[in-house]
C-alpha cells in the first residue's frame, strides 16, 4: 500500500499560483495512476486531475482546464499540481489520491485506494 503526504497549499490572491506536491512511499509508485480531487465545506469531494503511470495521459475537470496542470516524476515518486489562474471557488481541501491499473486514469473516487490527508488552498478575492 502506497502512503501519501500533500504539501504546498496556502492563501493566495485571486490569478495566482500555487504548486502542490504529493510524496509517495511504501509502494511502487510508477504501477500508480495518480489523482488530485478537491472538497469546499458542505461539498462532495470532487474530481480535477489524473495522470496514468507513465505520464502520458492526463485528463481534467472541465473547471479548471487550461488553468491546471498535473504531473508527475517516477523518479522521486512525486506528483505535482501546478495551479494558475486561480479563483475563490477553487477554495477546497485538496488531495491526491493512487489508483492501481496505473495505465488508465480516472475521474471516479471509488477507483483510487489510497488518500493522503490533504492540504488546504484558500484563495481571496
Known amino acids: 500500500q502506497v502512503q501519501l503526504v500533500e504539501s504546498g497549499g496556502g492563501l493566495v490572491q485571486a490569478g495566482g499560483s500555487l504548486r502542490l506536491s504529493c510524496a509517495a512511499s511504501?509502494?511502487?509508485?510508477?504501477?500508480?495512476?495518480m489523482g488530485w480531487f478537491r472538497q469546499a465545506p458542505g461539498t462532495e469531494r470532487e474530481f480535477v486531475a489524473a495522470i496514468n503511470w507513465s505520464g502520458d495521459s492526463t485528463i481534467y475537470a472541465d473547471a479548471v482546464k487550461g488553468r491546471f496542470t498535473i504531473s508527475r516524476d517516477n523518479a522521486k515518486n512525486t506528483v505535482y499540481l501546478q495551479m494558475n489562474t486561480l479563483k475563490p471557488e477553487d477554495t477546497a481541501v485538496y488531495y491526491c489520491?493512487?489508483?492501481?491499473?496505473?495505465?488508465?486514469?480516472?475521474?471516479?473516487?471509488?477507483?483510487?485506494?489510497?488518500w493522503g490527508q490533504g492540504t488546504q488552498v484558500t484563495v481571496s478575492s
Open positions: 511504501g509502494g511502487t509508485f510508477r504501477l500508480y495512476a
Open positions: 489520491a493512487a489508483k492501481l491499473a496505473g495505465y488508465a486514469t480516472s475521474t471516479y473516487r471509488y477507483m483510487y485506494n489510497n
